[in-house]
């Protein structure tokens, strides 16, 4: 089964997914580089019980905005009619390559919260990315794929 097949099927379950699954599918994903996240992505949540699911979800995330190196909206939610904005909830990012899992690949770094979010590729347009932040007793595990507005 090729990764972009095990992502949909993941992408697609509703019931929990494991860790493991997750810990699998990202560990066989090609790194990517800072070029490659600029733009707006819409983004989603994998269900393994992390209680950032539900935040994301009361935030109505929409996905990220990467403008540059030092220009990430890392929180963007949907608002009225159908638009997005940056949340300010948890401030700004910045995007790095970082080693995680000993690959170095594209991170975006909080600049006020000790949260790594590491990215992986699932095709041309679509990442795997999973949250690591200081302290947390297990990741959070999100995908984006490349904002097409209508």
Same mark, same amino acid.
Do not use: C
């Given at each position: 089964m090729s990764h972009a097949t095990r992502f949909e099927n993941l992408a697609a379950r509703r019931e929990k997914t494991s860790l493991a699954e997750?810990?699998?599918?990202?560990?066989?994903?090609?790194?990517?580089?800072?070029?490659?996240?600029?733009?707006?992505?819409?983004?989603?949540?994998?269900?393994?019980?992390?209680?950032?699911?539900?935040?994301?979800?009361?935030?109505?995330?929409?996905?990220? =905005?990467?403008? #540059?190196?030092? &220009?990430?909206?890392?929180?963007?939610?949907?608002?009225?009619?159908?638009? *997005?904005?940056?949340? $300010?909830?948890?401030g700004s990012a910045s995007l790095r390559q970082v080693e995680y899992r000993g690959v170095v690949t594209a991170t975006m770094v909080y600049d006020?919260?000790?949260?790594?979010?590491?990215?992986?590729?699932?095709?041309?347009? =679509?990442?795997? #990315?999973?949250? &690591?932040?200081?302290?947390?007793?297990?990741?959070?595990?999100?995908?984006? *794929?490349?904002?097409? $507005?209508?």
């Amino acid at each position: 089964m090729s990764h972009a097949t095990r992502f949909e099927n993941l992408a697609a379950r509703r019931e929990k997914t494991s860790l493991a699954e997750l810990d699998a599918l990202f560990d066989a994903l090609p790194a990517v580089d800072e070029d490659f996240m600029i733009g707006e992505w819409d983004g989603g949540v994998f269900n393994t019980g992390h209680p950032g699911e539900q935040q994301l979800d009361a935030l109505g995330w929409a996905g990220k =905005t990467f403008r #540059g190196r030092d &220009d990430v909206d890392p929180i963007v939610s949907r608002q009225a009619g159908g638009g *997005r904005a940056a949340n $300010p909830v948890m401030g700004s990012a910045s995007l790095r390559q970082v080693e995680y899992r000993g690959v170095v690949t594209a991170t975006m770094v909080y600049d006020k919260h000790p949260i790594f979010d590491h990215f992986r590729a699932v095709d041309a347009g =679509t990442v795997l #990315g999973v949250m &690591d932040r200081k302290g947390a007793p297990m990741p959070l595990y999100f995908w984006l *794929r490349r904002h097409h $507005p209508a």
